[in-house]
């Protein structure tokens, strides 16, 4: 092959960032573990010494941690005074865990990755999938930490309105699953907004039961809303409302799943689906975001489908043309996008 040096010198450079960014990932968890971004939050410019008095860390570790941020832009250093700050917006996304453009979750779950990697590079090998309970448990809180700010914003204020006739439900009273809730984050969401109506999030991961069972309680709504361990194939009751936040990518039968939220449909009920905004080809999520989702959907969500019986392996941006294929399979006869946010479709399927 005959090599263009303008293109190697690009790529190079290229690759040169990918590095900066991956080991500035490690950085920024160690950061957020720290409380460094929250106390330089609104502090305004301070030296590595006092950021370190301020958290009880080791100035030479700060100092250096300071160089990278600053190297990344992910906080301002005046030469003139040696002092670094930290700008509000990147406050918004590091340090403010209510904010919607929180996302050191997103970190959290790398740091996880990086964990689990000899499990998935033998995969790769063998083809087996990787359970969900098999990860490093900071997926699982990262996880939460990345899509909490999402619900907060966006499930009460525009989701749940786009949906026909939900949101006079839920007011009015209204039994709801929340189908892979994880530890409960948008279960909650709704509990606080709605509460005439009763929930029940479910979830086949022990730990995250547990964990959303005591954040229900923490948030003071533990007397509507219950969580349970149970598969989306098998889970109890009969709702009005049906939501699925980002998970029915992550499950080995889909179509089966689909087919029991059906059976499980109070008449003229409504399942909400949540997922990451993608396009039907792979070439139309070719861009950053693409770029995280087709990341953890590797090391993620794929695993956790193929360790499932059917193992469909949709992948996390399957697309809105498979998704309606999907629920077409499993027997519904409506499906539209009813919203979307820059990060999610908004799908509502009826039988």
């Given amino acids: 092959m005959t090599v263009d040096g303008q293109k ?44 370190a008095a301020r958290t009880a860390t080791a100035e030479p570790y700060v100092r250096e941690w300071l160089n990278n941020q600053a190297a990344g832009g992910y906080v301002r250093y005046d030469p003139a005074t040696g002092r670094y700050e930290l700008p509000p917006e990147q406050a918004a996304c590091l340090a403010d ?9 997103g ?18 090998r063998t083809g087996a999938g990787v359970s969900w309970h098999e990860h490093d448990a900071r997926l699982f809180s990262g996880t939460e930490r ?25 007011a009015a009273g209204a039994t709801v699953a929340d189908v892979g809730c994880g530890h409960g984050a948008s279960t909650i969401v709704m509990a606080r907004a709605f509460p005439a109506s009763r929930f029940v ?6 730990a995250s039961v547990a964990a959303a069972r005591k954040a229900a309680a923490a948030a003071g709504v533990a007397d509507r809303v219950g969580f349970e361990v149970a598969g989306a194939k098998d889970y109890p009751g009969r709702f009005d409302l049906v939501c699925l936040f980002d998970c029915l990518h992550d499950m080995g039968d889909p179509v089966g799943a689909a087919h029991h939220i059906l059976s499980s449909l109070a ?21 950053p975001l693409g770029r995280a989702f087709y990341g953890f959907s590797t090391l993620v969500c794929t695993p956790a489908s193929l360790a499932q019986e059917v193992g469909l392996a949709l992948g996390a941006l399957a697309g809105e043309a498979r998704l309606r294929a ?8 409506r499906f539209r996008r009813a919203t979307e946010t820059p990060m999610n479709l908004v799908l509502e399927a009826r039988p």
């Fill in 267 to 287: 008449p003229d009920g409504t399942v909400m689906l949540v997922e990451p905004h993608a396009g039907d080809r792979p070439e139309e999520n070719f861009h």
């Fill in 8 to 51: 190697l010198e690009a790529f190079v450079n290229q690759a040169i960032g990918d590095l900066g960014a991956a080991i500035s990932a490690c950085l920024i968890h160690v950061g957020d573990k720290l409380g460094l971004y929250r106390a330089m939050a609104g502090a305004g410019p301070l030296t590595p010494g006092g950021l």
């Fill in 97 to 105: 865990e209510d904010s919607p453009a929180f996302v050191v979750g």
């Fill in 201 to 206: 999030g479910f979830d086949c991961h022990d």
């Fill in 146 to 170: 990345l899509y909490r700010p999402g619900y907060q914003a966006n499930l009460v204020e525009s989701w749940l309105p786009a949906l026909d006739g939900v949101t006079d439900k839920l």
């Fill in 107 to 124: 970190f959290e779950c790398v740091a996880a990755a990086f964990t689990d990697e000899p499990r998935i590079t033998e995969a790769f």
């Fill in 326 to 333: 999907v629920f077409e399979e499993a027997g519904y006869t």
